[in-house]
């Protein structure tokens, strides 16, 4: 029975009578009966079906620094949810027990999009997040969602690897307010081997998200010993994103915790983490902080003007604030963000 399922955007029927998903750069071409590699988009009797549409994984209410988000509505409640499955094959993914699990195998809601924005507002969430697993497989009711959250006045975000084709990016964008986006190294090596995925891809969406959109972009970087933390990557990766989106996008270096397919390499030590962030703050990066971890100096906004400390936080609370209508209160200075 399909009647329950939504039907998917973004595909096409090849020559060999085989749906081709156009959602993302894997172009996934699949049988009657076979689902993509995200495991939620499905070819039943010749018609693809979003089989994860509308149907969330559970609810969580946030603050919004877990996402994390350090510049957006700093202080605020997000309303978080995800769905099983994801496009990427991440061996070191820390929320496996859903990503990498089919819709029909894990516990899951049904919930309309109006649905999620009473969840929203009875939380008084000023935010939704589309997160856990990476949104893009689930497109569809991210529209959706976010569509119905601008008329009314609710934001959202999506938490994403960005790996994303451009024949879905501009409708899955279009009402969404701000993005985490995870880069997660800066060698194609290291995306090749460890999330079956480029890194060439996910630059062209951090690239189209800057020139073409008015989303507000944030970074994450998951640094695992040896594999993505040397000073010249991290210098590499530095140099590409002030040249290319500006010295002024927030970047969090955070912790990698022993997961999945990868519990035979150490966490990450803190050590690390402020070595990145020293260094991404020495090649002019404004806002660098750290993650994962509980340290509250690497978590403090501080004023690229004055240098005066703006925003004081622990383990995702905001203690002080001092940034006034996006300046800093001290200088004046305009403080990259939406406050």
């Not at 919004?64 to 499955?85: C, M, R």
């Not at 480029?198 to 690239?207: E, P, V």
Request: charged fraction near 25%; aromatic fraction near 12%; glycine fraction near 6%.
């Amino acid at each position: 029975m399909t009647s329950n399922l939504h039907i998917a955007k973004w595909w096409h029927k090849n020559n060999n009578n085989k749906i081709v998903c156009t959602l993302c750069p894997r172009y996934c071409e699949l049988s009657e009966g076979q689902k993509g590699f995200c495991y939620v988009r499905e070819n039943i009797d010749g018609v693809l079906y979003s089989t994860g549409y509308g149907k969330p994984t559970g609810f969580a209410v946030d603050p919004i620094e877990k996402k994390p988000l350090f510049h957006f509505y700093p202080g605020s409640k997000i309303l978080s949810f995800g769905t099983a499955g994801c496009n990427l094959g991440c061996k070191f993914c820390q929320n496996w027990h859903t990503s990498k699990a089919k819709i029909d195998e894990t516990y899951s809601v049904n919930a309309t999009a109006r649905d999620v924005i009473e969840i929203a507002k009875k939380y008084n969430s000023k935010s939704i997040a589309f997160t856990y697993n990476d949104p893009t497989i689930f497109g569809e009711f991210v529209i959706d969602v976010s569509k119905l959250a601008r008329k009314e006045g609710i934001k959202t975000v999506m938490v994403t690897a960005g790996y994303i084709c451009k024949e879905a990016r501009k409708e899955i964008y279009e009402y969404i307010d701000a993005a985490n986006v995870d880069l997660k190294a800066f060698t194609d090596e290291f995306y090749h081997k460890y999330t079956y995925s480029h890194l060439s891809d996910i630059l062209d969406t951090l690239l189209w998200l800057k020139n073409e959109t008015s989303v507000w972009i944030e970074l994450t970087t998951l640094l695992i010993k040896g594999l993505n933390d040397s000073n010249e990557e991290i210098a590499k990766m530095c140099d590409w994103v002030i040249e290319n989106l500006g010295n002024s996008v927030p970047h969090h270096f955070t912790a990698f915790h022993p997961a999945f397919k990868m519990t035979d390499i150490e966490k990450t030590s803190p050590e690390i983490l402020f070595s990145a962030r020293n260094l991404a703050l020495k090649k002019g990066i404004k806002y660098v902080y750290c993650g994962n971890i509980s340290d509250e100096e690497s978590s403090i906004t501080y004023c690229p003007g004055c240098g005066k400390s703006l925003i004081r936080r622990g383990w995702h609370s905001v203690y002080t604030n001092n940034i006034i209508e996006g300046k800093c209160k001290y200088c004046n200075i305009k403080i990259e963000g939406e406050f």
